[in-house]
């Protein structure tokens, strides 16, 4: 079965907006939880412009279902992971100065680094993930280092197919379906995420090595018209037919 990880970064974003306590991302996760998530994910960034320590504290003991928490390869974070040790750490590359997470992680060139970084945190017990772009090298390279779980960076095919450069589309698409193929054969779990929308969802739920797909900023944006529950809802419908 295809696994639904719900992103509850930006229900903090709202929350810091105003330095109010509301609304809070523990509460959303539990929603999301009640309504099915097969998994909670957030992203501490170094800034801590929308999850803070003490929300990864609160998901620690207050989720039933997995925590995937997502982080940049420092020693801070590093400190942090091991700490609560989470049932995922999702390793992504950070910017200050970048909106959201840009591109996906360079394994290939940093392959001692990120090989170093992960280990404690696998014998640690986290289940270790790399978010990487579909690019053949930078998965070689995460099956070399040991890590369980590649999530490919679905950025880029969202943003051209909003951008409506559909060949380019189509040609991204296309290397998320070689690389997870490729991906699996080496051994990796599959995940997926970033941008996926209504509009967006299906041909990457429709591969079948995926087993995971981690979606944030739609369900957080859609809720505020229909609320977490419907919202999941569909998405998980539409997930299903394409898997179907
Ligand atoms: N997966 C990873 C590794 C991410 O960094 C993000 C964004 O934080 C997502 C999935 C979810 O992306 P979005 O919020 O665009 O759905």
Redesign the pocket.
């Known amino acids: 079965m295809l696994r639904l ?1 719900v ?1 509850i ?2 229900v903090a974003t709202v929350r810091n907006a105003r330095g109010s306590a509301y609304p809070d991302p523990v509460r959303a996760a539990k929603l999301a939880e009640e309504a099915g998530a097969d998994g909670i ?1 957030a ?1 501490l960034r170094e800034d801590r412009r929308h999850i803070r320590d003490a929300d990864i504290d609160a998901l620690m003991e207050n989720l039933t279902v997995p925590l995937n928490f ?1 982080m940049a390869a420092t020693e801070e974070m590093q400190k942090i992971a091991l700490r609560h040790v989470p049932h995922a750490v ?1 390793i ?1 590359p950070e910017k200050r100065e970048e909106r ?2 840009e591109g996906g992680l360079e394994v290939a060139r940093e392959e001692n680094r990120i090989g170093d970084f992960i280990a404690p945190l696998r014998e640690a017990g986290c289940r270790v ?1 790399l ?1 990487v772009a579909a690019d053949r090298p930078q998965i070689e390279s995460a099956a070399r280092i040991g890590a369980q779980v590649v ?1 490919l ?3 880029a095919y ?1 943003d051209f197919h909003y951008e409506g450069r559909f060949d380019e589309r189509d040609a991204e698409l296309e290397r998320l379906r070689e690389m997870s193929t490729y991906a699996h054969s080496l051994g990796l779990e599959v ?1 997926a ?4 929308t209504y509009e967006t969802v299906k041909p990457v739920a429709a591969f079948p090595e995926v087993m995971e797909l ?7 944006a859609e809720a505020i018209f229909v609320g977490l529950g419907p919202v999941m809802a569909e998405m998980r419908r539409l997930m299903d037919e394409a898997r179907a």
């Open positions: 990880g992103n970064d930006h994910t992203h997502e999702c992504v959201t997470t993930s978010f999530e960076h679905t950025g969202c995940h995420g970033h941008g996926l981690n979606i944030g900023h739609f369900l957080i």
